[in-house]
């Protein structure tokens, strides 16, 4: 399983938004979907990385968060939980998207897990 997609939590979204697209020449624009989110765009396609995320700041996070893309959200928690990380935000829907949770590893370290559905609501 591999990193997919990254968040920037961040205080002033117009004050980030000038900065990363000033300094990276990323592109970033407000997300169509029932949150205020704003997706990055890094590069084009067909070059190495990953895309990402913009996010006004709430809850546990701070800085960035990773997402790691897992064919199974529910047995991924399970082996989270097993091997000592706790899930902070439970399982939500992204409609469109999949299903999201949020997680910190047994270092207190936070991440993102998605599982692919577009018909999730």
């Known amino acids: 399983m591999r990193v997919a997609h990254f968040e920037i939590m961040v205080d002033d979204v117009e004050r ?3 900065f990363y697209q000033e300094v990276f020449a990323w592109k970033i624009e407000k997300w169509q979907g ?3 989110y704003w997706m990055i765009t890094t590069g084009p396609p ?12 709430e809850g546990p996070f701070a800085g ?3 997402t ?4 199974s ?3 991924i ?3 989270i939980t097993t091997a000592g990380g706790k899930v902070v935000v439970p399982k939500s829907a992204v409609p469109g998207v999949g299903y999201m949770a949020y ?3 047994t270092e207190g370290n936070s991440f993102g897990i998605m599982e692919p559905d577009k018909s999730a609501q």
Do not use: Y
Not at 46 to 57: A, N
Not at 68 to 71: A, F, L, M, S
């Open 16 to 18: 980030a938004k000038k």
């Open 34 to 36: 029932p949150i205020d």
């Open 46 to 57: 067909e070059t190495p990385g990953i895309d990402g995320g913009l996010m006004k700041r």
């Open 64 to 66: 960035t968060v990773n």
């Open 68 to 71: 790691i893309e897992v064919p």
């Open 73 to 75: 959200l529910d047995e």
């Open 77 to 79: 928690v399970k082996k």
């Open 103 to 105: 997680c910190v590893d």
